[in-house]
Structure formats: structure tokens, C-alpha cells
């Protein structure tokens, strides 16, 4: 089973998705098993194969298996049950992985089977409730109700970001950024400017926060489209009775692409379409930024884009179009 994000990504704006569905089979202890429900954005997904042969890697992080190669790239094989902290069968002869590419990155992750794609609305991806939600902890971004099952959509840049601590946003620190200007002048500037920061991911969301509120930015964070383009039009509504600008009361806004409820591609599309937030700047920040994407995104009216791992580009984009 092999995809393609060209030929298999919805229409820009829809609001639409398409997932894979995949399964852990949990070993419980008094002997039985039970299945347990994943999913992953069609886009992310290079192919799905059967387990390959792979080496061992010195000094490997937790739950890396090894490496294998794909399509030539080096690939570490990642363990997810074990991740998940779900206890599965260790025969790996009959499981498969799903290989990842995405920010710039390829990855395999072992499962016990492979089941089918669903085409879904934006609109019926939930959130995960207060209840389940673990703050920047949490691996769950989304819950999908399929065939009385529900389908979780797990966040796998925080996956990779534990097992390749190297490689994660994490390690970026605007304060020791030497091409970002954090003099007093420049953030009292950007001390007078708000931000709206719109991802799925808690992980992402406190990164995307922490980087643009050190420089000085002030930020309002929105865990989906969905609540994004509410407290917005809440905004624009407030601005009307205030008989000011919204500009006065938010500058901009950062959205990911893949979100619960309304994805970014059709905030940005319900944006434009709106009086209020025709000109307002957006920039789009996602794994999934291919240049087909960014096509895409700017088609719509978004005025630039960024690939997760380019974090360090943020504050010098949001001072370009929030400053000048």
C-alpha cells in the first residue's frame, strides 16, 4: 500500500481529510486481546510496507528498533506500541510499518495491521476532551468516531520529537538567536502587538508561544480552527461596538494546517472571505508544507508559509509583516 500527497490530498479549503486507519492489538493479562483504534493523516504517509530488515543502531534512543533503508533514505524503525506503553505481541513477522515523510524527515513505525482510508470532514474530527487532555504530555491531537470505534489521531511530531531529541523544535531558543533583534526598542515594539497561534498540538502550540512571546509578541492560543475563527469573529464583533480597528486587538495569526473541527486551509479560506480580515497577515506553520501546499495556502491568501522544523524563522516573518 503506497500514497501519494499529490494525487490523494483533498481540495484546498474544504475542510476535508483523508486518514489511515491502523491498529495496536493490546495484550491484556489475563491472556486475551484487545484492539486499539489509530490514525494518521494520509499526507504524512509514504507508503506501508512489511517489516524490513534492519540494523542496529549504537547508542539507538528508546523503542528505535534499528534502521532500515527507504528509497535510499536511512530510516529508524520506532517502535510505537512500545512508545504508547501498550504492551503487543513481539513477532514482528507479521506486522507491518508505516512510513512517514514529513518535515523533512522519514520515518517507520511499527503496527500489528493496517485497515483502510477514511475521507472525513474536519468537522467530525473532535478534540480531545479536558478530561483526556495532557498538556504538552499528550499524544492524542484528535478523536475520529468510525464503525462504533474511536479512531485516535496521534501527534506523531511529538513522537519524534521524544525519540529524536536532536532533531526537535525544542532545542530552539529565540533568546540565544543572534539574527533575531531582542533589543529593548524592538521588543517594547513587539510588546504592542498580538499574535494568534492556532495548532492541535499542545506540544507545538506552547513551542510556536514560548519562541514568539520571548521576542516580545503577545499571543492568543487556539488548540483548532474551529475556536480560532469563533474567538475571532468575537474580536471583530467587539471592534465593531468599540469602533475600533481589529487590528487593535490582534495582529496576525499562525495556523497549522491539519486541526480538529476546521482546518487551517479553510480558516484561512472563511478569513478572506470575511471584510474584517481580508488583509490581516496569516501565516501558515505545518509539517505538511510541501510545495504543493504552499501553493495551495497562498492561492487561498495566506501571505507566507513555514515547515515546522523552520521555528527559527518565525519571529523574523511575524516581524516583517507585524512591524513594517
Known amino acids: 500500500m503506497s500514497t501519494s500527497s499529490s494525487t490523494i490530498l483533498t481540495e484546498s479549503g474544504t475542510n476535508e481529510l483523508e486518514i489511515i486507519e491502523f491498529h495496536l492489538v493490546k495484550q491484556m493479562p489475563d491472556g486475551s486481546t484487545k484492539t486499539c483504534y489509530y490514525g494518521i493523516n494520509v499526507a504524512k504517509v509514504r507508503e506501508v510496507i512489511q517489516v524490513p530488515e534492519t540494523s542496529d543502531y549504537p547508542n539507538a534512543q528508546p523503542h528505535m528498533i534499528g534502521v532500515f533503508s527507504s528509497r535510499d533514505i536511512l530510516t529508524p524503525l520506532v517502535d510505537l506500541a512500545g512508545w504508547l506503553g501498550v504492551p503487543t505481541s513481539q513477532d514482528i513477522d507479521k506486522k507491518f510499518v508505516i512510513v512517514t515523510d514529513f518535515n523533512r ?193 497562498l492561492a487561498l491568501g495566506a501571505n507566507d508559509t513555514l515547515t515546522k522544523p523552520e521555528i527559527g524563522r518565525m519571529v523574523a516573518l511575524m516581524d516583517q509583516f507585524v512591524l513594517n
Open 105 to 297: 524527515m522519514t520515518n517507520g513505525f511499527l503496527i500489528d495491521s493496517i485497515s483502510r482510508i477514511h475521507r472525513i470532514s474536519w468537522n467530525d474530527v473532535e478534540s480531545p476532551s479536558q478530561f483526556l487532555e495532557a498538556g504538552e504530555q499528550d499524544c492524542v491531537v484528535a478523536v475520529v468516531r468510525k464503525d462504533q470505534n474511536l479512531i485516535m489521531i496521534l501527534d506523531f511530531e511529538k513522537i519524534i520529537a521524544d525519540i529524536n531529541p536532536e532533531l526537535s523544535m525544542e532545542k530552539y531558543d529565540v533568546t540565544a538567536d543572534r539574527s533575531v533583534d531582542l533589543n529593548q526598542k524592538m521588543v517594547t515594539k513587539r510588546n504592542a502587538k498580538t499574535i494568534m497561534v492556532v495548532d492541535d498540538s499542545a506540544f507545538i502550540r506552547s513551542l510556536i508561544q514560548d519562541t514568539l512571546s520571548s521576542a516580545g509578541y503577545n499571543i492568543i492560543a487556539c488548540k483548532d480552527g474551529g475556536e480560532a475563527h469563533e474567538k475571532l469573529m468575537e474580536l471583530a464583533e467587539v471592534a465593531k461596538k468599540e469602533e475600533i480597528a481589529v487590528s487593535e486587538l490582534v495582529d496576525a495569526v499562525v495556523s497549522d494546517v491539519e486541526m480538529p473541527r476546521m482546518d487551517g486551509m479553510h480558516l484561512v479560506k472563511r478569513l478572506r472571505e470575511s471584510d474584517v480580515y481580508k488583509e490581516m497577515p496569516i501565516i501558515m506553520f505545518s509539517s505538511l508544507m510541501s510545495d504543493d501546499n504552499r501553493e495551495k495556502a
